[in-house]
């Protein structure tokens, strides 16, 4: 009797009818139903959630129920979505975080001027300054429009993801990216480091500050834009002096450096060069994945995973995850059961077994404890 309300009380709390039928008229529409094939649900089963509005560390959907939200859009949202004035960071004194006016209130301002110039604005300038300055081999950027865009070049090179969040959340062997370093260097081919997905993200240098090496071309997006398409490539300027106009190969974009994109993109690093914020991330991120580790293990499952900074991920995996081939080997039928038992209790993962999950400054230690309690609730059913 019992489990039967806690059923129906469940369904009720996790009802996702509107969602569902507007998935499908949008399956008409666009291919697939999404409009990027990382928000459909294959590899977990059911259909994707259609959102409503996200702020802080929640998202709510259009029928309603409200999740915890460990994509951050896929990264950007790293101080927390729709940034405003009435919310303070938790873990600053008030007054360090009213020193950053927040990311709605400098777009409010930046509107007014208009949404695009196709013309120099000021304001490139300014995240130029602060990336180069943040990112120490890059000594010229080329603003772009996004993360595809910027890793998009014709040279010979080895590009990688220093971090892996793209076969689900991979740290680098000690060493591996030394060798990789010395292996371009002896074959004069240029080392890219696509920080797409990490800069900004696990330090505010980024992986090169993280891992004190210098690679010749970075690319960088979602963070830098706040939440605004963009992206950004850079590096030694005699390199970026091969650009056009400034040199021969030709690069143009409509809406490069736009006026929003760069507001939106300002805000957030000033809000993350404040003092404490990667302390904070690292704090929250690794309770949140020591507790899951710990409860998947109390109930008896094999998972494996890990963390840095802001990005973390785990494996349903009897072995230690070093390369795609060890991630291969998790068993996503088990994920997929886990993924939609945590979506019924209100947290939101990335719908795949191979993708990393982000925490925000704006992840509190009760939000993280509701999740591990709802992760421990959910591995007593696997
Ligand atoms: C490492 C990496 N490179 C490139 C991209 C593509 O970036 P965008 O989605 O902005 O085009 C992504 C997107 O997640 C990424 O994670």
Same mark, same amino acid.
């Given at each position: 009797?019992?489990?039967?309300? /806690?059923?129906?009380?469940?369904?009720?709390?996790?009802?996702?009818?509107?969602?569902?039928?507007? /998935?499908?008229?949008?399956?008409?529409?666009?291919?697939?139903?999404?409009?990027?094939?990382?928000?459909?649900?294959?590899?977990?089963?059911?259909?994707? /959630?259609?959102?409503?509005?996200?702020?802080?560390?929640?998202?709510?959907?259009?029928?309603?129920?409200?999740?915890?939200?460990?994509?951050?859009?896929?990264?950007?949202?790293? /101080?927390?979505?729709?940034?405003?004035?009435?919310?303070?960071?938790?873990?600053?004194?008030?007054?360090?975080?009213?020193?950053?006016?927040?990311v709605l209130a400098a777009l409010a301002e930046t509107m007014k001027k208009g949404t695009s110039f196709g013309a120099p604005c000021l304001l490139e300038n300014v995240l130029a300054e602060m990336v180069i300055s943040a990112v120490p081999s890059i000594e010229m950027v080329r603003f772009v429009n996004s993360g595809t865009e910027a890793c998009m070049g014709e040279v010979a090179a080895l590009i990688l993801e220093p971090v892996v969040g793209n076969s689900g959340f991979i740290a680098p062997k000690p060493d591996f990216l030394n060798a990789l370093h010395n292996i371009t260097k002896e074959n004069d081919a240029f080392l890219i480091f696509?920080?797409?997905? $990490?800069?900004?993200?696990?330090?505010?240098?980024?992986a090169q500050e993280y891992f004190s090496i210098t690679p010749d071309l970075t690319t960088i997006a979602k963070i830098i834009g706040g939440g605004f398409p963009v992206?950004?490539?850079?590096?030694?300027?005699?390199?970026?002096?091969?650009?056009?106009?400034?040199?021969?190969?030709?690069?143009?974009? $409509?809406?490069?450096?736009?006026?929003?994109?760069? $507001?939106?993109?300002?805000? $957030?690093?000033?809000?993350?060069?404040?003092?404490?914020s990667y302390d904070n991330l690292n704090k929250i991120t690794s309770e949140l994945i020591l507790g899951i580790l710990d409860a998947g293990k109390k109930a008896g499952h094999a998972i494996r995973g890990g963390y840095v900074s802001g990005m973390f991920g785990f494996f349903f995996n009897e072995v230690p995850v070093y390369n795609f081939g060890d991630a291969k080997k998790s068993d996503t039928s088990k994920f997929a059961s886990f993924y939609r038992g945590m979506l019924e209790e209100g947290v939101y993962f990335a719908p795949s077994q191979f993708e990393a999950g982000f925490t925000s400054l704006t992840h509190t230690f009760e939000d993280i404890q509701q999740t591990i309690a709802a992760a421990e609730k959910v591995f007593r059913q696997l």
């Open positions: 009797m019992e489990r039967t309300w /806690i059923g129906l009380i469940k369904f009720w709390k996790h009802h996702t009818s509107i969602s569902k039928r507007e /998935i499908q008229v949008m399956e008409e529409l666009t291919p697939g139903g999404v409009n990027s094939p990382v928000r459909a649900f294959k590899s977990v089963g059911g259909q994707p /959630i259609i959102m409503d509005s996200v702020m802080g560390c929640r998202m709510r959907d259009i029928d309603g129920n409200e999740y915890i939200d460990y994509v951050g859009s896929w990264g950007p949202a790293i /101080i927390g979505h729709a940034d405003d004035e009435s919310r303070q960071n938790p873990f600053l004194p008030v007054s360090a975080s009213k020193l950053t006016m927040s696509d920080k797409v997905m $990490t800069g900004f993200r696990l330090s505010y240098g980024g992206g950004a490539y850079g590096g030694r300027r005699e390199i970026m002096e091969m650009v056009a106009p400034a040199g021969p190969m030709y690069q143009a974009g $409509t809406l490069g450096g736009n006026p929003l994109a760069m $507001t939106a993109g300002i805000q $957030t690093l000033k809000r993350l060069k404040e003092p404490g």
